[in-house]
């Protein structure tokens, strides 16, 4: 596929909200309505629109400006060569977003399917609830080549989120589900208040004050999941037989789990 591609006219002065600027939809891109500095512009006054929507947009020379990169995504692929700002990919259903360089705050908020990887670092409160809401990331699989802001993982309700790099203060807070696996370092305060869910981890280090030591175990599951999950298996080896278990958060009466898992 070609597809799309999107190439901007000149630098951005202003936030960009690219929310329904998507693939496969048979629209004139040009003619797409999006907010520029807070009004209303049509997307061929910001960027030239080349080729044929076959579901594939690129997005050339991405900026830490451009917003809502991917929201509500239900098929086909988006690329940008660069960076992107707040919420991409929000409410995501299925497809695939790759993001050569970082991206903003909120990203993969509330996404219930498809993919997202993103090379670079992301803001804070990745794949986590949006704003008014209670509701994290519930499905799906999110790949982040670098370092994640504070408090990642925020009520997430399902789906992996896989962290190369470090993870700021308070991750996985409020943890409902879901498999968040974190190979560098872990922030303060990791694990507040989460409820079930497991956590994977190269050090218990970081981890709330709930969080008690159960010991070292053979767990059947982690076999399991690096069979289901090709990010999980990279993480964890395929050889992984067992893993230091930590149990919590036992502050809030929580059944969930961190699992030191050698590199």
């Given at each position: 596929m070609s597809g799309i591609v999107l190439t901007p006219r000149a630098s951005l002065e202003s936030r960009v909200d690219l929310s329904g600027v998507l693939p496969g939809a048979g629209v004139d891109f040009a003619r797409l309505p999006v907010f520029h500095g807070g009004r209303k512009v049509a997307l061929g006054d910001l960027f030239t629109a080349s080729g044929v929507d076959d579901g594939r947009m690129t997005i050339e020379g991405g900026d830490a400006l451009l917003d809502s990169v991917g929201a509500g995504l239900a098929k086909g692929e988006i690329v940008v060569k660069g960076d992107v700002g707040s919420k991409l990919g929000f409410g995501m259903t299925g497809g695939m977003i790759s993001v050569k360089g970082s991206a903003g705050a909120f990203a993969a908020s509330e996404v219930s399917g498809g993919k997202i990887v993103i090379g670079g670092d992301v803001g804070e409160k990745l794949g986590a609830a949006g704003d008014g809401s209670r509701r994290g990331?519930?499905?799906?699989?999110?790949?982040?080549?670098?370092?994640?802001?504070?408090?990642?993982?925020?009520?997430?309700?399902?789906?992996?989120?896989?962290?190369?790099?470090?993870?700021?203060?308070?991750?996985?807070?409020?943890?409902?589900?879901?498999?968040?696996?974190i190979a560098g370092k872990l922030g303060a305060n990791a694990g507040r208040g989460m409820k079930r869910g497991t956590l994977l981890l190269r050090s218990p280090e970081g981890l709330c004050a709930g969080f008690g030591d159960a010991g070292v175990h053979d767990l059947v599951m982690l076999r399991v999941l690096v069979r289901r999950s090709q990010e999980l298996a990279a993480f964890m080896g395929a050889s992984v037989t067992g893993a230091r278990r930590f149990a919590g958060d036992l502050y809030s009466g929580g059944k969930g789990e961190a699992l030191i898992v050698a590199g």
């Open positions: 990331m519930s499905g799906g699989v999110v790949v982040v080549g670098g370092s994640a802001g504070a408090r990642a993982g925020e009520r997430l309700r399902g789906g992996v989120v896989m962290i190369e790099g470090d993870a700021a203060e308070e991750a996985a807070t409020d943890l409902i589900a879901g498999t968040i696996a």
